[in-house]
C-alpha cells in the first residue's frame, strides 16, 4: 500500500489498483477527482468499454454531485444506444435521488424511448461522448 507522500511520483498510480471483484482499490485519502478523470478520459477513448462507464457512475455516485454524476450517465447511455436496457435502468435508479429533475426526466425519457438523442443534452453536462462541437467559436480577423 503505498503512502500519501508517495502521492504524484512516478509509477504510484494507486487508480489502476484492482480487488478480486475488479473493483477500484485506493487509500482512503486519495483524492476521488483524479480517479473521475482518469476513468472520463478511458470513457472518451475507449467507449464501449463498460466496466470504465460502471466504474465511472459508480463512483461519482459515491460522490453525490449532480453534474459528473449526470454526465457519467449520459456517456453511458451515448455508448449503449439501444442496447443495455437493464444496466441503463439500474444506474439510473440508484442515480435518480441526487439527480436534478429536468436531467432524470431526460434519461428517463432516453430510458422509455429505447434510444439516445444526445442532441437534447444541456451544454453543462460533464459528457464526453455527446455529438456537439466543444469549446467556444473562434472569431476570424484581418
Known amino acids: 500500500m ?4 508517495d502521492l504524484g511520483q ?5 487508480i489502476f489498483w484492482q ?20 476513468l472520463t478520459y478511458s470513457v472518451a477513448r475507449t467507449p464501449a ?3 470504465a462507464h ?11 454531485e449532480p453534474a459528473p454524476l449526470f454526465g ?9 444506444g439501444d442496447r443495455g436496457g437493464a444496466l441503463r435502468q439500474r444506474l439510473f435508479n440508484l442515480a ?8 432524470a426526466r431526460l434519461l428517463a425519457a432516453w430510458l422509455d424511448q429505447g434510444y439516445v438523442d444526445d442532441r437534447a443534452l444541456p451544454d453543462d453536462t460533464h459528457t464526453v461522448l455527446a455529438a456537439r462541437p466543444r469549446g467556444r467559436a473562434l472569431t476570424l480577423t484581418d
Open 10 to 14: 512516478p509509477g504510484m498510480e494507486p
Open 96 to 103: 435518480r435521488p441526487w439527480l436534478p429533475d429536468p436531467q
Open 49 to 51: 468499454d463498460l466496466t
Open 54 to 64: 460502471t466504474r465511472r457512475v459508480l463512483l461519482c455516485l459515491s460522490q453525490q
Open 19 to 38: 480487488g478480486a471483484n475488479h473493483e477500484l482499490l485506493a487509500p482512503d485519502w486519495y483524492p476521488i477527482a483524479p480517479m473521475i478523470e482518469h
Open 2 to 5: 503505498p503512502l500519501q507522500e
Open 72 to 80: 457519467s450517465l449520459a456517456d453511458l447511455f451515448i455508448a449503449l
